[in-house]
Nanobody
Framework: QVQLVESGGGVAQPGGSLRLSCAASGTIFRIFYMAWYRQSPGKERELVASTTIGGSTNIVDSVKGRFAISRDNSKNTVSLQMNNLKPEDTAVYYC???????????????WGLGTQVTISS
């Protein structure tokens, strides 16, 4: 069974930095797409950043210049480096991936359980 596990969440001051990591494990053949989403209380879940197996990345405008996404295909991991954090970055951050399992021909969507990020002075 495929599983996504996030780590690296916690508390930081405004202007500080955190690095989130997501590790995919299980009977993985190939990961086509990995992304980070976040959800704040009272708001819908929103995309933060994504990356494809070909190496292309997408960062939403609200965090562009502060966040960076990176992927290690050999280790089945994706990270989100968050710099110059702001209070509005406070949210639960979720890892999302499209993964093809061994002995299958179609990729499916998977989600992690989320990690809390709190920005407060």
């Amino acid at each position: 069974q495929v599983q996504l596990v996030e780590s690296g969440g916690g508390v930081a001051q405004p202007g500080g930095s955190l690095r989130l990591s997501c590790a995919a494990s299980g009977t993985i053949f190939r990961i086509f797409y990995m992304a980070w989403y976040r959800q704040s209380p009272g708001k819908e879940r929103e995309l933060v950043a994504s990356t494809t197996i070909g190496g292309s990345t997408n960062i939403v405008d609200s965090v562009k210049g502060r966040f960076a996404i990176s992927r290690d295909n050999s280790k089945n991991t994706v990270s989100l480096q968050m710099n110059n954090l702001k209070p509005e970055d406070t949210a639960v951050y979720y890892c999302h991936a499209q993964i093809q399992e061994m002995a299958t021909s179609t990729p499916y969507d998977y989600w992690g359980l989320g990690t809390q990020v709190t920005i407060s002075s």
